[in-house]
């Protein structure tokens, strides 16, 4: 079983570290459990051009010939029971 701890804070030394020491002894204690950087690209909501674009697109989907269908497949095949 892995175990994650907290990243604790250094121990005190005669001389202020930099955030980059400081961030790369971080990276090293998380890879030493065994984990490894990911970085996520998220569309940014707060831009009009993707809030338009992601209207036009369920505008698309809404207007699938089989969107009835795809629905009721998902409403059976989905546990909604977590939503309660």
Sequence with gaps: MLR???ATSPKKT???????Q???SRRERLRAQGLRP???WVP???DPKVRADIRRQAKLMARHPEND???EWIEA????SAWK
């Design 4 to 6: 994650f701890s907290m």
């Design 14 to 20: 005669s001389k202020p570290r930099t955030p980059q």
């Design 22 to 24: 400081r961030m790369a």
């Design 38 to 40: 990911v970085q996520h």
């Design 44 to 46: 940014d909501l707060r």
């Design 69 to 71: 269908a795809i629905d």
């Design 77 to 80: 095949a989905y546990d909604w």
